[in-house]
């Protein structure tokens, strides 16, 4: 009987710990990984996408820092938005269909860093990188990200 009891706590806790929207409930058990990322909802994403070949998990998440202007200086979002969905400056990169190249991490990676001078479907074009100065590292890993965005299963 104890032993049940017990069962039952441990899966309680599991399970409170498994969310991690829910801090204030835990209480003293606060302060864990849980409390670092402030986008936990974002990185549960990042860990469901897709990798694309020759890179690596870590360069998607980094990739989606870059995106979201929270690293390298990147501001791809303000045109393509928080999401990558589109906005009126910039078309949704998430619909896994390309204007541009095939598609490939290679054509992603060459279109991001020459930008698009002509843009087939919008008014302004899209400066080199975006706009900003991002290493070859970034530009690496904000391709990465929006690979995987255009190869999610579900998107
Ligand atoms: C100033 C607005 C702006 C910014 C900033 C911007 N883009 Fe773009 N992006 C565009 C426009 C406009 C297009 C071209 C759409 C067209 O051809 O109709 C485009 C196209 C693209 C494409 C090609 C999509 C396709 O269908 O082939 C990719 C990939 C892309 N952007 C990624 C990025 C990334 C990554 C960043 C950040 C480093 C970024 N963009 C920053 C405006 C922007």
Not at 118 to 136: D, F, T, V, W
Request: some cysteine; aromatic content about 4%; hydrophobic content about 35%.
């Amino acid at each position: 009987m104890a032993r049940d009891v017990y069962g039952r706590r441990r899966d309680n806790r599991h399970r409170s710990r498994s969310r991690p929207p829910s801090r204030s409930g835990v209480g003293g058990e606060g302060g864990t990984a849980g409390g670092i990322h402030p986008n936990a909802g974002a990185q549960a994403i990042v860990a469901s996408l897709p990798v694309p070949p020759g890179a690596t998990k870590a360069q998607v998440a980094r990739g989606e820092r870059v995106f979201l202007g929270q690293e390298g200086g990147g501001t791809c979002e303000g045109c393509h938005g928080s999401n990558a969905k589109g906005t009126p400056l910039a078309p949704d990169l998430t619909s896994g269909k390309w204007l541009w190249g095939d598609g490939s991490l290679a054509a992603i990676t060459r279109t991001i860093a020459d930008g698009v001078p002509n843009p087939k479907n919008y008014r302004s074009a899209m400066p080199p990188m975006g706009g900003a100065e991002l290493s070859h590292a970034d530009l690496k890993a904000v391709a990465a990200y929006v690979w995987a965005l255009g190869h999610q299963k579900v998107h």
